[in-house]
């Protein structure tokens, strides 16, 4: 595997289940995020970690948990989502500092019905 | 103050022609400024991008212009060709103090070459 992987790639969860998203990258990255992505909005960012602790959180609801276990996987964990939270999230990961691009991985595709 | 405005939403531009996309920002702390492209069922990938204190940066069909002073910055895309179809966002970055850094992005636009 190369650069930054997500599963699943879709995903049909019911208002009251728990589910997780995984990311993983592979390419030596200290800094991983998750961003949001919904159509006709710009894409938001949600959580930022750097070496494996939290730097942002973007005012996001509690029903969304992130877990980063180690530089190379980060985690978002679901549980009560609502219908407005179907979206695409995705995981992007960079170097820590400043000019340092972030590469995304493809998304996965989440519907709350 | 966060906010980055992209103009237009969308773009019709026929192959061989030149395609523009147009940013503003507010924040004079942005530090970093990137373009992505993005395509239907995929991540979106950078493409160039360009520090506030260069006026131009060219990468082979694409060149990012940046007015400092204005704080408007654009991407152009010369000889536009259909694999240019895409979605393109700019963004604007800020250093994080416990590392990491923040895009803020711009909503959008969608791009179509046409033959």
């Known amino acids: 595997e190369t650069g930054v992987t997500q599963t699943p790639r879709h995903l049909v969860m019911g208002m009251t289940n728990k589910k997780s998203l995984k990311c993983e990258q592979h390419?030596?990255?200290?800094?991983m995020y998750w961003y949001k992505q919904s159509a006709k909005k710009p894409l938001e960012l949600m959580f930022v970690?750097?070496?494996?602790?939290?730097?942002e959180n973007n005012s996001v609801p509690s029903r969304f948990s992130p877990e980063c276990p180690n530089s190379s996987h980060l985690f978002l964990h679901l549980h009560t989502l609502q219908p407005e939270d179907s979206a695409l999230y995705l995981c992007?990961?960079?170097?820590?500092?400043?000019?340092?691009?972030?590469?995304f991985g493809p998304g996965t595709r989440l519907t709350v019905t | 103050q966060q906010q980055v405005k992209q103009s237009p939403q969308s773009l019709i531009v026929q192959k061989g022609g030149i395609s523009i996309i147009n940013c503003a920002y507010e924040?004079?702390?942005?530090?970093?400024f990137p373009w992505y492209q993005q395509f239907p069922g995929k991540g979106p990938a950078l493409l160039i991008a360009?520090?506030?204190?260069?006026s131009e940066k060219k990468e082979g069909r694409f060149t990012i212009s940046f007015n400092k002073s204005a704080k408007q910055f654009s991407l152009h895309i010369m000889d536009s060709q259909p694999g240019d179809s895409a979605t393109y966002f700019c963004?604007?970055?800020?250093?994080?103090?416990?590392?990491?850094?923040?895009?803020?992005f711009g909503t959008g636009t969608q791009l179509k070459v046409e033959l």
């Open positions: 992007a990961s960079s170097h820590s500092g400043t000019g340092n691009e972030q590469y």
């Open positions: 390419l030596g990255h200290n800094a």
């Open positions: 970690y750097n070496f494996k602790e939290q730097t």
């Open positions: 924040n004079t702390a942005f530090d970093y």
């Open positions: 360009i520090r506030p204190d260069v």
């Open positions: 963004a604007a970055s800020l250093i994080l103090t416990g590392g990491g850094n923040k895009l803020t």
